[in-house]
């Protein structure tokens, strides 16, 4: 069974970069689409992108510019980056892994939250 | 891209009744993209459902889902106390690949 970890800084100032990093144990990193989803305090989910292990990307049009999401297959990782962060950008960060075929987030990371405050 | 609305808002039942949960979408899609997931306080979102009717690995049976087009539900048969908790939809479509979830169900305990 697939397991995620995931860390990154957790305080922010507006204008900084958010980085994140998720690693994937004991699982097929190659057998997944591995996303990114954040969710604001007490609102729903918002998805923010996806890598393979190829590292082909696809991201939400409405994060699209600032966002960038990369992969190190040798270590099954993957990082996300979001620049240029407001007070919008506050949410707990959970990254996430679909199987190949299945179009749904199978295994998720615990979640990190990020503060965006001056 | 389509909008998923999800309702109730809340619900409000007893461990033991029946909970039917709906997720609507502003325009028709294949079954195969709509998921379901719970989230409990303080915990990641834990798939429950894909592929509208397919339960996830060890999820019981109590759990299942059906619809078509635009109209989806997931069905609690008999609620356990673990059951009450937030729950969402969600669609995959393309292209070009995108995801996108309902605002959410809260079943609360009545």
């Known amino acids: 069974q697939v397991q995620l970890q995931q860390w990154g800084a957790g305080l922010l100032k507006p204008s900084e970069t958010l980085s994140l990093t998720c690693v994937s144990y004991d699982g097929s990193f190659s057998g997944y689409y591995w996303s990114w989803v954040r969710q604001p305090p007490g609102k729903g989910l918002e998805w923010i992108g996806e890598i393979n292990h190829r590292g082909t990307t696809n991201y939400n049009p409405s994060l699209r510019g600032r966002v960038t999401i990369s992969v190190d297959t040798s270590k099954s990782q993957v990082s996300l980056k979001v620049s240029s962060v407001t007070a919008e950008d506050t949410a707990v960060y959970y990254c996430?892994?679909?199987?190949?075929?299945?179009?749904?987030?199978?295994?998720w990371g615990q979640g990190a939250t990020v503060i965006v405050s001056s | 891209e389509i909008v998923l609305t999800q309702s109730p808002g809340t619900l409000s039942l007893s461990p033991g009744e029946r909970a039917t949960l709906s997720c609507r979408a502003s325009?028709?899609?294949?079954?195969?993209?709509l998921a379901w997931y719970q989230q409990k306080p303080g915990q990641a979102p834990r798939l429950l459902m894909y592929?509208?009717?397919t339960r996830a690995t060890g999820i019981p049976d109590r759990f299942s889902g059906s619809g078509s087009g635009t109209d989806f539900t997931l069905t609690i048969s008999r609620l356990e106390p673990e059951d009450f908790a937030v729950y969402f939809c969600q669609h995959y479509e393309r292209p070009p690949p995108m995801y996108t979830f309902g605002q959410g169900t809260k079943l609360e305990i009545k």
């Open positions: 325009q028709s899609f294949d079954s195969r993209y």
């Open positions: 592929a509208t009717s």
């Open positions: 996430a892994g679909q199987p190949t075929g299945v179009f749904a987030m199978a295994v």
